[in-house]
């Protein structure tokens, strides 16, 4: 594992993380977390695949992680930077040091709704969705759209407010995020368009996006659905050309994947589903 510090247009540095296999079999798999979470979370499971032969690159969107600024009150950032900025000076750096591999990426939840935002999607082989749909209440479960609606029409807006940062952690929604990246969240979770209302106010790409996308869905994710899942694919990434899998907790030799378990070590065995899907043009 070799530390990286990428210096994106608007100079500022995301650190990034690149593993390198003893023996390369020429594919580069590049990983998009989910919102508000470390790229430490995906270490173990880009060790396993650096195992298998695949360059690997994880990073931290600005605001997170080892991308966090010493104050987070006032510091600019949103999900549209994460994908027209951020994620670009990733597929800057893939272009540049890996252009001849065959390239992957792996979106996990916010991790695939900002590939729409960056041109340079259009450079990868494939994905791999984890864990992602387009959020709007009305795709969720009763008791998640209650929550959803108390967290982020009530207590979101008015921490934000008070403090110039959603403090994500006091909720269980992992790290603390900028003011924008928290009213982005909201836009895809109250906005009928969803991530298609973010899209909106961006450069958008999603619809010239025509690759294979391995979607995962876990059994017992209490905030995805299949009607979510599906209205991602069906209206934001029409093009695409899905597969899709849902993984069931007996699969998990905890019993547990949820929204982010999947990437833990203790659900090593279920992560051929994706080097099978990768490898599967060998």
């Not at 040091?97 to 991790?111: A, D, E, M, Q, R």
């Not at 041109?119 to 479960?141: E, H, M, P, Y």
């Not at 009530?154 to 990246?181: H, M, R």
């Amino acid at each position: 594992m070799e530390g990286l510090k990428l210096i994106t247009a608007d100079r500022f540095s995301i650190t990034a993380h690149l593993f390198l296999p003893e023996k390369s079999n020429g594919r580069l798999l590049l990983i998009n977390s989910a919102t508000g979470v470390k790229q430490q979370l995906y270490f173990s499971f880009a060790n396993y695949f650096s195992q298998k032969g695949f360059t690997v690159l994880t990073y931290d969107y600005r605001g997170i992680g080892l991308s966090k600024p010493a104050r987070m009150k006032g510091f600019k950032a949103s999900m549209r930077i994460w994908g027209s900025v951020d994620y670009k000076a990733l597929t800057d750096y893939v272009k540049i040091h890996f252009n001849n591999y065959k390239k992957y990426v792996l979106g996990h939840s916010v991790g695939a709704l900002i590939l729409g935002m960056n041109g340079d999607s259009r450079i990868f082989d494939g994905f791999v969705f984890v864990g992602t749909q387009n959020a709007f209440i009305g795709n969720l479960k009763f008791r998640t759209q209650v929550e959803a609606l108390l967290g982020f029409g009530i207590v979101q807006p008015l921490t934000t407010g008070l403090l110039g940062y959603f403090p994500a952690q006091w909720f269980g929604l992992g790290e603390s995020l900028p003011k924008n990246c928290a009213s982005d969240w909201r836009t895809l979770i109250l906005n009928t368009k969803s991530t298609n209302r973010l899209l909106e106010k961006t450069e958008d790409y999603s619809k010239e996006l025509k690759q294979r996308v391995l979607v995962i869905r876990a059994e017992d994710d209490g905030w995805l659905t299949e009607k979510g899942v599906k209205s991602l694919l069906d209206d934001t990434y029409p093009n695409l050309k899905p597969t899709y899998r849902l993984v069931k907790t007996s699969e998990s030799e905890q019993g547990e994947i949820g929204h982010v378990n999947f990437f833990r070590s203790y659900n090593k065995n279920l992560w051929d589903i994706i080097l099978k899907e990768l490898i599967i043009d060998e």
